[in-house]
Nanobody, 123 residues
Framework: QVQLVESGGGLVQAGDSLGLSCATS????????MAWFRHAPGKERELVAS????????YYTDSVKGRFTITRDNAKNTVYLRMNSLKSDDTAVYFC????????????????WGQGTQVTVSS
């Protein structure tokens, strides 16, 4: 079956950088918009960033613009999220997601989810 496997989470200090990866298998990768969501305790799951099928367009939620960068490598069926200048508010479980349609991906439109990786930013 289709698998999305995130890696790269961890515990860092405010101001540090961290990179997440999401390797996919059994997924026709270029058929999907790829996205990163996050879910913090007491908050709704939030779309953080997304990228179109061939990487021509990206979307970022306002709170991460200028700090996070989403990229994808279609030859490796992998999507990445580079996170710089991390803040305590970035603490959450980060999920990789694959969806068809709009670059502004809603949770309800996701076809496949990864299992999540914890990112904790200490202040």
């Amino acid at each position: 079956q289709v698998q999305l496997v995130e890696s790269g989470g961890g515990l860092v200090q405010a101001g540090d950088s961290l990179g997440l990866s999401c390797a996919t298998s059994r997924l026709t990768f270029t058929n999907y918009v790829m996205a990163w969501f996050r879910h913090a305790p007491g908050k709704e799951r939030e779309l953080v960033a997304s990228i179109t099928r061939y990487g021509f367009s990206t979307y970022y939620t306002d709170s991460v613009k200028g700090r996070f960068t989403i990229t994808r490598d279609n030859a490796k069926n992998t999507v990445y999220l580079r996170m710089n200048s991390l803040k305590s508010d970035d603490t959450a479980v980060y999920f990789c997601a694959a969806a068809k349609g709009s670059i502004v991906v809603s949770p309800g439109s996701v076809d496949y989810w990864g299992q999540g990786t914890q990112v904790t930013v200490s202040s």
